[in-house]
């Protein structure tokens, strides 16, 4: 009798979650965190710098947008990190993020805060592709959607904290916004000294010609059993980084594909997160603190990303979406036809967006990392991330134009038609790659 021939234990993809591991994904979730702080807290700031600096509605838009038109052009480093390495940008980046924050506790008009907040969101849009590419390639398969994911937790618990820090900071009088604003430096400067030491991806390594570096990190993370064979089996070609790649036959409409559900998905919800107080201001809820307020509705969305963590290697990629963005488009029309109640509807028109807007949070970093090779990776990322922050951009620059002219009621509901094109989107465009190795998942063959 024949016994079955087992299948060979592959070390790294089939590793299991060690604390090399935890502490990886509790960096690369540094950035994400200052994102959502960063551009939360502006929101609460804006109350007291609008009238200080004579700020009009297109003035405080352009603020409120700021760092997500800086987040578009640090998108464009993924290429630089995908040429030079993910180590040494992993750090970089945060050092101008640290700078860039204290300074603006004294500019003196829109214009200067406008350019600091742009230098910002460069600093935290090229983190994107640096930590998410960093995180994706040490990640066992097994483990990947959850460690991608769950950095999408410090978005959302950057944006909590940023709205009760900006709540407590009021109480400073009336130059307040100038410690919320300078306060981001805080955390960054604590995420600078956690990630000194983290060792260069293996994958990038192998994919310089550098095998002995590689292996000796492949080594000291996964034991000494472990090779670098596992990752690129031998005699496999090396191929150079190239922006062209991602516009080839098979990479074009994967790029469009993340780039275009990341678009529709981020414009409206940006908008409301950046403008949440003046938001529930429109729906008359939380009337004198709209700081907690905005913290209760950015911790919905936190508790949303959990189903989502939980059923993207049960439920798949695709049908997650598909679902998500119907419940977000269910939820967002809710709060565009009630804006004057009852009460109830607004609240579960709430509740429904932010539960369902989980499932693309997650696939943000989840996409792009998965369907894309070592060598255009970080490049992927960074382009995906600067088209989808096109959207952001006009939808929180319009945001409070609209709210001016049109009401809240008119502005949702253009909300939930952008949100229904991210639905089509999915529909048509999304590709499955539960249960995948990195290297199966990026290749079109």
């Known amino acids: 009798m024949h016994s079955k021939k087992r299948k060979k234990k592959n070390y790294v993809e089939d590793a299991g979650f060690t ?49 997500l038109l800086g987040i578009f052009i640090g998108g464009f480093f993924g290429y630089l990190t995908d040429k030079i390495g993910r180590q ?84 400073f009088g009336p130059d307040a916004w100038r410690w919320m604003l300078a306060s981001s430096a805080i955390p960054a400067i604590i995420l600078v000294l956690l990630r000194l030491g983290t060792p260069e991806s293996p994958r990038w390594l192998l994919n310089q010609g550098r095998k002995k570096e590689a292996d000796k ?89 959990v189903p989502a963590l939980l059923l993207v290697n049960k439920m798949g990629r695709r049908p997650m979406m598909i679902t998500s963005f119907a419940g977000m488009t269910a939820g967002i029309l809710l709060l565009g036809l009630f804006p004057r109640g009852p009460v109830a509807f607004i609240v579960i028109g709430f509740v ?12 943000d970093w989840l996409a792009p990392n998965e369907l894309f090779p070592t060598e255009v990776r970080g490049t992927a990322v960074g382009v995906a991330t600067s088209m989808s922050r096109v959207g952001a951009f006009f939808g929180t620059y319009l945001f409070p134009i609209g709210l001016q002219d049109l009401g809240i009621g ?17 529909i048509f465009m999304a590709e499955e790659t539960k249960n995948q190795t990195l290297n199966e998942a990026s290749s079109v063959e």
């Not at 993020?97 to 003196?108: D, E, N």
């Open 352 to 363: 429904l967006y932010a539960i369902f807007s989980g499932g693309p949070n997650v696939m």
């Open 19 to 67: 604390p090399f591991h935890a502490r990886l994904t509790l960096y690369s979730s540094g950035g994400p965190f200052l994102d959502g702080y960063i551009l939360s807290i502006i929101g609460i700031a804006l109350t007291q710098i609008t009238p200080q600096l004579h700020l009009n509605a297109v003035w405080s838009g352009l603020i409120g947008a700021s760092a």
């Open 88 to 171: 040494l940008m992993y750090t970089l980046d945060f050092i101008v993020l640290i700078v860039a924050s204290i300074l603006q506790f004294w500019v003196q008009n829109g214009a200067e805060l406008f350019i600091l907040r742009l230098i910002l969101g460069i600093a935290v849009g090229a983190d994107y592709p640096i930590a998410t590419s960093l995180l994706a390639e040490f990640a066992p398969r097994k483990h990947r959607g959850a460690m991608l994911g769950v950095t999408l937790f410090g978005y959302y618990v950057g944006s909590t904290v940023s709205y009760l820090v900006g709540e407590w900071m009021l109480r």
């Open 410 to 426: 008119p502005t949702m509901i253009i909300g939930a038609i952008v949100t229904f094109a991210g639905l089509l989107v999915c």
């Open 217 to 305: 990190v492949v080594k000291q993370v996964y034991g000494e059993k472990a090779s670098i064979d596992e990752i690129v089996p031998p005699g496999s070609e090396v191929e150079e980084t190239s922006f062209k790649k991602l516009f080839s036959p098979g990479y074009f409409k994967r790029i469009m594909y993340i780039g275009l559900f990341e678009t529709f998905q981020v414009a409206p919800l940006f908008a409301m997160l950046t403008f949440g107080p003046e938001m529930l201001k429109s729906y008359h809820l939380f009337e004198g603190s709209t700081g907690l307020g905005s913290a209760i509705i950015s911790f919905l969305f936190l508790l949303g990303c």
